[in-house]
């Protein structure tokens, strides 16, 4: 306890003295994010400068090794860290499918080689990922899938189509799973291959959702060359690494669920538009959905600290990372529907300045794939049914 309680007092004094003001400011929603890139533009000095002095001390991704980008801490350390951080309103200085979902699995799967080659360019914010999963015909039963990649001596070629593929268009690599072996089970068969989206024959054509706006691509593949270096793990062996990768996935859009969903508390939101009476919400009913929910999103919080002891106690998440994806999918949805209901007709605006052209609405429709994305709600709640509460015929 007495050296986490020095770490906290050097952490402090570090993000104070290298923490820009600038970057001391809430999130206003998925445009102030820093993805990162071979393309990335900084937005300003501070945000680039940010980035580079937390990628140099290993803090981007802090439980990582040395070695490859990280700093080798403790979960109690990185827990400690995250708290000074979140004291002073730090802004993560990078996000990436790349620190979310391919570096666990590279650190469990990859080689020496690759976790060399790519898991400090992720550190660094130098390359942008995104995950080549679903296809038209192969979505909740993923293993359902049929792009190929054909043995030809020196490398695979690959053809076939992804779609949902989250920032495909601005994406450097892809980390995407292709059948090897036509003649196995589905779930066997399967190999998880990196490559570089700027490759010959690969295209992407983006998905428009009833937002307005949209992640989503369509990815093709025609006859795409990939070096046999770029297959992690064992061949025909993939869905081990699918699967893993799956929990850090929906641990992931769980965990930010809850507590993304507005750049300020819900109360203000609705003190500003639905009125007071005597500094309390005038409506009775609104204000108890409120504290509901902040209820329900500090029990949350506390499930993701569970879930982050198990790893600790090196259980995994396994079948757990349901219960967070499907639960946090559902706060995030509750709360954008509550700003909606504070904001009264002012919430449908949809274009226009004064409404930054319909933040709320759009973000409110966007939260509706929060239930679909990372798998449906009614796949989560099969596994929580089969593997969890061990329901008779679930």
């Not at 999130?27 to 980035?51: H, M, P, Q």
């Not at 929990?247 to 669920?257: A, K, P």
Request: net charge neutral.
């Amino acid at each position: 306890m007495a050296d986490l309680e020095t770490f906290r007092a050097e952490a402090g004094a570090w993000l104070n003295a290298n923490c820009p003001p600038e970057m001391r400011v809430p999130f206003d929603g998925e445009d102030a994010i820093t993805w990162g890139g071979r393309n990335w533009v900084f937005r300003s000095e501070a945000e680039k400068v940010w980035l580079e002095r937390m990628a140099a001390k290993g803090w981007t991704v802090p439980e990582w090794p040395r070695e490859y980008g990280g700093a080798s801490l403790s979960r109690d350390e990185a827990k400690v860290l995250r708290e000074e951080m979140g004291k002073r309103k730090c802004r993560s200085p990078v996000e990436s499918f790349g620190i979310w979902m391919l570096g666990p699995a590279l650190l469990k799967y990859g080689s020496h080689e690759q976790k060399l080659e790519h898991l400090p360019k992720i550190a660094r914010g130098e390359i942008r990922w995104c995950q080549g999963y679903s296809e038209p015909g192969a979505g909740s039963d993923l293993a359902s899938l049929q792009t190929k990649a054909e043995d030809k001596g020196d490398h695979y070629l690959v053809n076939g189509q992804k779609i949902w593929t989250s920032y495909a268009d601005k994406a450097d690599w892809i980390f995407c799973l292709v059948r090897t072996n036509k003649d196995a089970p589905k779930h066997e068969g399967i190999s998880f291959l990196l490559f570089d989206m700027a490759s010959a024959g690969v295209t992407t054509a983006p998905i428009t959702l009833i937002s307005g706006a949209s992640p989503f691509c369509q990815t093709f593949f025609s006859d795409v060359k990939v070096p046999k270096g770029n297959l992690v793990g064992q061949l025909d062996k993939g869905w081990d690494i699918a699967k893993y990768l799956l929990t850090h996935e929906r641990d992931m859009i769980g965990g930010g669920s809850g507590g993304m969903f507005a750049s300020r508390p819900l109360g203000q939101i609705a003190a500003q538009y639905a009125g007071q009476d005597g500094g309390v919400l005038e409506d009775g009913m609104l204000r108890a959905k409120i504290a509901q929910l902040e209820l329900d999103a500090w029990a949350f919080s506390l499930a993701v600290d569970r879930g982050r002891d198990l790893a600790k106690a090196g259980q995994g998440l396994g079948a757990y990372s349901s219960v967070l994806k499907y639960y946090g999918a559902e706060v995030n949805k509750r709360a954008l529907e509550l700003v909606m209901d504070s904001m009264g007709s002012d919430a449908l605006e949809w274009e226009g300045k004064r409404s930054k052209e319909g933040k709320t609405a759009r973000d409110w429709l966007r939260t509706k794939a929060n239930s679909i994305e990372g798998g449906t709600n009614e796949v989560q709640l099969n596994i929580i049914a089969k593997r969890i509460l061990a329901l008779p015929g679930a």
